[in-house]
T-cell receptor
Framework: GENVEQHPSTLSVQEGDSAVIKCTYS??????FPWYKQELGKRPQLIID?????GEKKDQRIAVTLNKTAKHFSLHITETQPEDSAVYFC????????????FGQGTILTVHP | DTAVSQTPKYLVTQMGNDKSIKCEQN?????MYWYKQDSKKFLKIMFS???????INETVPNRFSPKSPDKAHLNLHINSLELGDSAVYFC????????????FGQGTRLTVV
């Protein structure tokens, strides 16, 4: 089955800096890669996703890049704000027959004012 | 209207008891999931249902029995609760099997004492 590794496990930045979280996946058949943000005591919520036919996607301060050859994808947050502090999860799916998202271990992002 | 709702939000019970968690989605999605989030925040798939049919059972002990009376509902019954079952259980749904956005419920924090 699919295995997703996520780094770093914790990330601390100053407000206004950029933050980068990286994930690698094991199965080249994976074709859908979402990122979720989970605030303390809340549910995970999708912030951005990318499919394997696209190399990069951007939404305001958030961007995701995908390198299919190397089997890794990254989340980039620019101009970080204290409200960006949360746990971020990457995930991968191999398509409808696979039937599930496999999540990375999570990254605790802390943005200091 | 809450898209994915699960009850109860908190559940404290003694070892050996049997308990149930209910989940309902009003998004018209075909696929529903149960995820377990342990104390280290790791999100692990337990079950996946598509149109009331079980498609994934991730080597979960048979004390855990999911039931889907219709595609909008997926309940989780747990027999003979153990200390190690303490975790946050998230229900989620998506339009199809793992290749579209998953919407999570608010979670049920289960504490076994």
């Amino acid at each position: 089955g699919e295995n997703v590794e996520q780094h770093p496990s914790t990330l601390s930045v100053q407000e206004g800096d950029s933050a980068v979280i990286k994930c690698t996946y094991s199965d080249s058949a994976s074709n859908y890669f979402p990122w979720y943000k989970q605030e303390l005591g809340k549910r995970p919520q999708l912030i951005i996703d990318i499919r394997s036919n696209v190399g990069e996607k951007k939404d305001q301060r958030i961007a995701v890049t995908l390198n299919k050859t190397a089997k890794h994808f990254s989340l980039h947050i620019t101009e970080t704000q204290p409200e960006d502090s949360a746990v971020y999860f990457c995930a991968a799916s191999m398509g409808p027959s696979y039937g599930k998202l496999t999540f990375g271990q999570g990254t605790i992002l802390t943005v200091h004012p | 209207d809450t898209a994915v709702s699960q009850t109860p939000k908190y559940l404290v019970t003694q070892m050996g008891n049997d308990k149930s968690i209910k989940c309902e989605q009003n998004l018209g999605h075909d696929t529903m999931y149960w995820y377990k989030q342990d104390s280290k925040k790791f999100l692990k798939i337990m079950f996946s249902y598509n149109n009331k049919e079980l498609i994934i059972n991730e080597t979960v002990p048979n004390r855990f029995s999911p039931k889907s009376p219709d595609k909008a509902h997926l309940n989780l019954h747990i027999n003979s609760l153990e200390l190690g079952d303490s975790a946050v259980y998230f229900c989620a749904s998506s339009q199809d099997q793992g290749t579209s956005v998953a919407f999570f419920g608010q979670g049920t924090r289960l504490t076994v004492v």
